[in-house]
């Protein structure tokens, strides 16, 4: 709803393709800047399968978070990230 800004729509779901392990995740190296259904869109969450349920997220998923976002700044202030 526009009057509830904490409110989100999911409007579409994208699978990749990634590589992992119970240590890393490999996401595809460069994701698509242009779709036409995506440009108003945001991250709404990734999924990353644990071997052991960590109360926070790891050290790696940090990074790996921070990279995510600073190579689409354009998802900022559409973005929710749940840990």
Same mark, same amino acid.
């Given at each position: 709803?526009?009057?509830?800004?904490? &409110? +989100?729509?999911?409007?579409?779901?994208?699978?990749?393709?990634?590589?992992?392990?119970? %240590?890393?995740? /490999?996401?595809?190296?460069?994701?698509?800047?242009?779709?036409?259904?995506?440009?108003?869109?945001?991250?709404?969450?990734? &999924? +990353?399968?644990?071997?052991?349920?960590?109360?926070?997220?790891?050290?790696?998923?940090? %990074?790996?978070? /921070?990279?995510?976002?600073?190579?689409?700044?354009?998802?900022?202030?559409?973005?929710?990230?749940?840990?």
């Amino acid at each position: 709803p526009p009057h509830n800004s904490q &409110v +989100k729509e999911a409007n579409a779901v994208a699978c990749f393709y990634m590589c992992d392990s119970n %240590i890393a995740v /490999d996401l595809p190296p460069q994701m698509r800047q242009n779709c036409l259904q995506c440009k108003d869109s945001g991250l709404l969450h990734w &999924v +990353k399968p644990e071997a052991l349920e960590l109360p926070h997220l790891s050290p790696t998923d940090v %990074i790996s978070q /921070d990279n995510l976002v600073s190579e689409h700044e354009q998802w900022g202030p559409l973005s929710i990230y749940v840990t």
